[in-house]
């Protein structure tokens, strides 16, 4: 990879509020960063620009963080994208189906500080590369 590319990351998250806080908090961190609102404009975004990671929110309006994800996952040319899901369902039937469908991490927005999902978000893109 480039040494001088940020990383691109994308935030598919509907409530404005959280989507710029982490938006934010990734640019401090030199991370090129784009929010989509629903995972409908998450998915017209992707077929022009690759991020290099996506933050996906499982509950939102048009397109749920489930289906966003197995749309990815159908892609062969964003199947490889870590998915990191950024959610507060907590509840382990939906952490399962979330793994069950690709996602590299699970992520339940209540336990986290932006930093620590910045941190998060460097693992995972370290352990995929």
Do not use: C, W
């Not at 934010?24 to 990671?53: L, Q």
């Not at 749920?64 to 199947?79: A, C, E, H, R």
């Not at 490889?80 to 382990?92: E, G, R």
């Not at 979330?98 to 927005?109: C, E, H, M, P, V």
């Amino acid at each position: 990879m480039d040494q001088n590319r940020k990383t691109k990351v994308l935030i598919i998250e509907d409530d404005s509020y959280i989507s710029e806080m982490y938006r934010i908090k990734f640019e401090s961190e030199n991370f090129e960063t784009v929010v989509k609102n629903d995972g409908v404009e998450g998915i017209k975004f992707m077929e022009k620009n690759i991020p290099d990671i996506i933050l996906l929110d499982i509950v939102m309006p048009k397109m749920d963080g489930f289906s966003v994800l197995k749309t990815i996952k159908k892609n062969p040319k964003l199947d490889k994208i870590p998915v990191i899901l950024l959610t507060n369902l907590s509840q382990k039937e939906n952490i399962e189906r979330g793994f069950d469908l690709g996602a590299s991490s699970y992520i339940i927005k209540a336990h986290f500080t932006p930093s620590e999902v910045v941190e998060k978000i460097k693992e995972v893109l370290k352990n995929e590369a």
